[in-house]
C-alpha cells in the first residue's frame, strides 16, 4: 500500500517547469510572481520542501534553494 501524499498548503497548479532550464530560479519566479499578483497571499504557509518537490517531480534542494530566495 503507497503511502498518502498529504494536501499542500497551496495549489502548484500551473506551475510549470522546463527541465532543460534551471528549475531553482523557475520555481522561485514562479513562487515571487505568485507573491506579487496576490495568488499566494502572506501568511500562507509554503508546503514542506519535500512535499512541493514531490507534486513537481523535481529535487527538495531545487526547492530548499527557490525558498531560501524568497526570504
Known amino acids: 500500500m503507497s503511502p498518502i501524499a498529504p494536501p499542500l498548503s497551496?495549489?502548484?497548479?500551473g506551475i510549470e517547469l522546463d527541465?532543460?532550464?534551471?528549475l531553482t530560479?523557475?520555481?522561485y519566479d514562479?513562487?515571487?510572481?505568485r507573491v506579487l499578483?496576490?495568488?499566494?497571499v502572506g501568511?500562507?504557509?509554503?508546503?514542506?520542501?519535500r512535499d512541493l518537490?514531490?507534486?513537481?517531480?523535481?529535487?527538495?534542494n531545487s526547492v530548499a534553494v527557490s525558498y531560501t530566495h524568497l526570504t
Not at 501568511?43 to 520542501?49: D, F, H, V, Y
Request: net charge positive; hydrophobic share 40%; aromatic share 2%.
Open 30 to 33: 514562479a513562487l515571487r510572481q
Open 43 to 49: 501568511g500562507t504557509r509554503l508546503p514542506a520542501s
Open 25 to 27: 530560479r523557475q520555481l
Open 10 to 13: 497551496f495549489n502548484p497548479a
Open 19 to 22: 527541465r532543460r532550464q534551471g
Open 53 to 60: 518537490a514531490a507534486a513537481l517531480a523535481i529535487s527538495r
Open 37 to 40: 499578483d496576490g495568488r499566494l
